[in-house]
Nanobody, 124 residues
Framework: QVQLVESGGGLVQAGRSLRLSCAAS????????MAWHRQAPGKQRELVAV???????NYAESVKGRFTISTDNAKNTVFLQMNRLKPDDTATYYC??????????????????WGLGTQVTVSS
């Protein structure tokens, strides 16, 4: 009932910037939080940044001061501006959201949804 689609990944040189986008669609009543996670080959998935409906943000220590998460509430979209990229930022980046939605029977519930991911590769 809810889909998340990421875009904006690619190959960049170290020190450059990229901006990721994630658009949520479907039967959305409200979005409680939106976040970016990443997973590098051979490593566990880790939280990069989160934006809550209350407006608070939180970042992984490794990206503080370089990455900025923001949202366009009217479009149910979350962005991740990534500056001063490093080779260690190379990973598949996944969008995640906690969404209040309804079933086809009209039952209201809260679910966790994930996008399919977008690849970010930073060359040295």
């Amino acid at each position: 009932q809810v889909q998340l689609v990421e875009s904006g990944g690619g190959l960049v040189q170290a020190g450059r910037s990229l901006r990721l986008s994630c658009a949520a669609s479907g039967r959305i009543l409200s979005i409680e939080s939106m976040a970016w996670h990443r997973q590098a080959p051979g490593k566990q998935r880790e939280l990069v940044a989160v934006f809550t409906s209350g407006g608070s943000t939180n970042y992984a220590e490794s990206v503080k001061g370089r990455f900025t998460i923001s949202t366009d509430n009217a479009k149910n979209t979350v962005f991740l501006q990534m500056n001063r990229l490093k080779p260690d930022d190379t990973a598949t980046y996944y969008c995640a959201a906690v969404v209040t939605t309804t079933s086809t029977a009209g039952v209201r519930y809260q679910g966790n949804y994930w996008g399919l991911g977008t690849q970010v590769t930073v060359s040295s």
